[in-house]
């Protein structure tokens, strides 16, 4: 049985890295914390099952992640993974060149309106990624976990991480453009 | 092939797929990672296209960042969280 005094330490120490995580999946805060919460409690009901080979951290990563997967896949469709493919190939020629060039280059002072809006546009954009894409590509850029933990928090193969950090990347691109946001 | 077309032998296609991808190695060594650059020099498009993807991961740094300042303070959702735990394990 984990003593109250365990309990306040655990919150202490993990709830800010799991709120992070749980607003890059786009939850709001209400919903952010109800997560980090069904999290802890799963953590505290199924305590026995975690082994010390992994951080606790990353074991939670992996509770919170499937959590957030039950919440979303009850509200969310997402178009299908190989659209994302096909849309990235179709930016190549048959020599596999740039068939359409990226957008032009911005001014200085276009920059400084552009920055101050793109942040809200990427949070837009990330709603429209899987919760596999949003964690791995959370975990791998925010969290700085290492590839093969990520791995085993997603249960993915490391050739699988790399296709969907690719997905996630280029999708974010895509959408970032489709809202006429010039990211460089 | 002369050197210098062999050394320009990686595809814009090729090197977006590694920028994105970012976990898979270039395979073919030093050599490769040599035409990785090479091209990265030359294209100005894949150039532009480099920077895009590394823009897009600082800003979802610097987006998650701000989630440490939520409108509700963070010590307030400890609290709550600690209130609502204990009270359920209690």
């Known amino acids: 049985m984990i003593s109250a005094e365990e309990i306040k330490s655990l919150i202490e120490r993990y709830t800010a890295n799991l709120m992070r995580a749980a607003f890059s999946l786009n939850f709001d805060e209400n919903e952010a914390e109800e997560l980090v919460q069904a999290t802890f409690c799963a953590y505290l009901e199924g305590g026995s099952r975690y082994q010390k080979r ?41 020599e596999e060149h740039w068939d359409q060039p990226s957008m032009d280059s911005m001014t200085e002072v276009e920059k400084q309106v552009q920055s101050s809006a793109i942040g809200h546009l990427l ?18 850029e925010v969290e700085g976990i290492s590839s093969s933990q990520i791995c085993a928090i997603l249960r993915l193969t490391p050739s699988n991480l790399g296709v969907t950090l690719f997905r996630a ?3 974010l691109r895509e959408c970032l453009m489709n809202k006429g946001a010039v990211i460089v | ?71 509700v303070p963070l010590p307030v959702i400890k609290r709550r969280l ?8 209690s």
């Not at chain 2, 050394?7 to 296609?13: A, D, F, P, S, V």
């Open chain 1, 54 to 94: 992994s951080q606790l951290l990353t074991y939670l990563f992996g509770i919170l992640y499937n959590k957030a997967r039950e919440t979303r896949r009850r509200r969310d469709r997402h178009p299908s993974l190989e659209a994302i493919d096909e849309k990235f190939d179709s930016h190549f020629d048959a």
């Open chain 2, 1 to 71: 092939m002369s050197l210098l077309d062999s050394l320009m032998g990686m595809t814009c296609q090729r090197f977006a797929r590694h920028v994105a991808n970012g976990e898979e190695p270039l395979g073919g060594g030093s050599y490769r990672r040599l035409q990785f650059w090479v091209h990265w020099t030359i294209c100005p498009f894949c150039k532009r296209y480099w920077k895009e993807i590394r823009e897009i991961n600082r800003l979802h740094r610097s987006m998650s960042a701000l989630a440490n300042h939520p409108a």
């Open chain 1, 169 to 171: 990347r280029n999708k």
């Open chain 2, 82 to 89: 600690t209130e609502g735990i204990l009270k359920r394990y």
């Open chain 1, 123 to 140: 949070k837009e954009c990330l709603d429209g990624l899987t919760e596999i894409m949003a964690m791995a590509f959370t975990l791998k």
